[in-house]
């Protein structure tokens, strides 16, 4: 392994464990007759059954809406295939804790496990959306025409030739939906639904019972573990890079017939469902809520913090992500292997808890840094940098290797080809990965509330402030300003699905 890409990969892995080591030294500290007390109880069987139910229940959902999508716009003759390629998208644009004020805000008893998993899959099924186009664009026609030649039918060349192929891009796109459940909070508080995140988040707040909740955050980390074991099992070994872009020539779409109406009303529906709803509630909210008036000094100030955050975690992130991806994809190995599973267990942690842990370790080892921006950056880090690492490790998996070897051959050296020949070839991947991060940063609430320096305020945090005592009205503008800003990161994210799936 070359040693630059290491010595990074391995810093990078040592930052993602900072919370998990916080949570182990905890439990230590708690005693084991104590942890497990707090752990074998009800209370947490319920819990579980409850994450473990909903997770799973929205990745199938994901899954399943996100692949009928993808090829519904990439592979067949459906009407209207540039508009809905935007409308699939931008639901990434919402975050999740919005689209629950908005069905709240309107609905009250959208709420419980149904509502739940209506609304969390409504948010995050473009994580399978669009990885699943972006393979299938990748994908060479020639091998769905071959079957069709022999004498398969559109559903039975879908199953067999095109299905075992998008395997990495569904895995994947699933695991980020898992991840962000497993941590998810100010949606699923805003609907009533019990998980481990927002009993975390109970018990610090009412009790402060470090040992109760960090024992919660042990079984939530032990979930991450679970679903990162069955995602590598799942995927297998299989290589899917190609050396050549496969036929030069139009795809033959497939002509639904008899079926476009109904596809076309499907999308639409899913469409008005995850945009139409949350957006007429923002509509409605700041045309009749009473107290929909803000301080237009505070909203210029929080808006220009949120983007400066933004931009600050997309950068660092993605950076983070290049080596990591890099020695997964082309050094593949049970040390690399292991670097790339690690830097996805911080993210599924609660943002309150890895809050807690980098402020205990900023004020033990490093007070200069408590309460600075520094820290809010690498709490983003933590918790965003799966979204960057799998978008770099697709586009890598599909890169040829022997185009390094060419460059190599020519004289190149190892920062030489990186620069000029690796870095222009995965530009998608990370111009993808570092929209999906600063989309998650914008809208980040839980972290930003405990580390942001004294007195600075985001988009995100002044909307909880306000949603959270039923202020609907005040928290609108806010919300609607966050809208805006992720929409441009969303345009950047659709952009080569519209040009690639012009008519």
């Not at 919370?19 to 947490?44: H, K, S, W």
């Not at 100010?186 to 402060?208: E, K, N």
């Not at 045309?287 to 000094?297: H, L, N, P």
């Not at 205990?360 to 983003?380: E, F, K, M, N």
Request: hydrophobic share 55%.
């Amino acid at each position: 392994m070359p040693l630059p890409m290491l010595t990074a990969a391995l810093a990078v892995t040592l930052v993602m464990l900072v919370p998990l080591l916080f949570v182990a030294v905890v439990t230590v500290e708690t005693g084991a007759a104590e942890a497990v007390r707090l752990i074998v109880r009800p209370r947490v069987g319920e819990l579980l059954w409850n994450t473990a139910r909903l997770a799973v229940g929205c990745m199938l959902c994901c899954a399943v809406l996100g692949t009928v999508a993808a090829w519904l716009v990439e592979r067949s003759n459906l009407p209207g295939r540039k508009v809905f390629n935007v409308l699939l998208v931008a639901p990434l644009a919402i975050p999740a804790f919005v689209n629950s004020y908005g069905w709240v805000s309107l609905l009250p008893s959208a709420a419980g496990f149904l509502g739940a998993l209506v609304i969390v899959t409504l948010s995050y099924f473009p994580f399978v959306y669009l990885p699943v186009a972006a393979s299938l664009r990748g994908l060479d026609p020639a091998h769905e025409e071959a079957a069709r030649s022999l004498g398969h039918g559109a559903l039975r060349t879908f199953l067999r030739t095109v299905l075992p192929q998008l395997r990495p891009a569904i895995l994947g796109g699933a695991l980020l939906v898992g991840l962000h459940l497993l941590a998810e909070f100010g949606a699923l508080q805003m609907l009533r639904y019990p998980t481990f995140t927002t009993a975390i988040y109970d018990q610090y707040q009412s009790t402060f019972n470090g040992a109760a909740a960090n024992m919660l955050a042990g079984v939530l980390v032990l979930c991450c573990l679970v679903l990162l074991m069955a995602e590598l099992r799942l995927r297998g070994k299989a290589r899917y890079a190609r050396t050549g872009s496969g036929s030069a020539r139009p795809i033959d779409r497939i002509r639904l017939g008899r079926l476009t109406g109904p596809a076309v009303a499907g999308l639409v529906a899913l469409s008005m469902l995850a945009l139409g709803v949350p957006l007429f509630s923002l509509g409605y909210w700041l045309a009749v809520g009473s107290s929909s008036t803000v301080d237009t000094e505070l909203i210029l100030t929080s808006t220009g913090t949120s983007l400066t955050l933004g931009a600050l975690g997309a950068l660092v992130t993605t950076a983070a992500a290049l080596p990591v991806a890099w020695l997964y994809v082309r050094r593949r190995g049970r040390v690399s292997t292991l670097l790339e599973r690690i830097t996805y267990t911080g993210s599924a942690l609660p943002g309150i808890v890895i809050a807690l842990a980098l402020v205990t370790i900023a004020v033990r080892v490093t007070p200069g840094l408590y309460q600075t921006t520094s820290v809010v950056i690498v709490a983003y880090l933590i918790l965003f940098l799966p979204r960057a690492v799998v978008n770099v490790r697709a586009t890598l998996a599909q890169t040829p290797p022997v185009l390094e070897d060419v460059a190599h051959s020519l004289g190149a050296g190892r920062s030489a080809t990186l620069r000029r020949v690796t870095l222009p070839l995965i530009a998608p991947g990370l111009g993808a990965g570092a929209a999906l991060v600063f989309l998650g940063v914008v809208t980040e609430l839980t972290a930003t509330l405990l580390l942001a320096p004294t007195g600075t305020q985001t988009l995100a945090t002044q909307f909880w402030n306000y949603s959270d005592s039923v202020d609907y009205g005040a928290a609108a503008p806010y919300a609607a300003l966050m809208v805006l800003i992720s929409a441009p990161a969303t345009y950047l994210l659709t952009r080569a699905v519209r040009r690639e799936s012009a008519s």
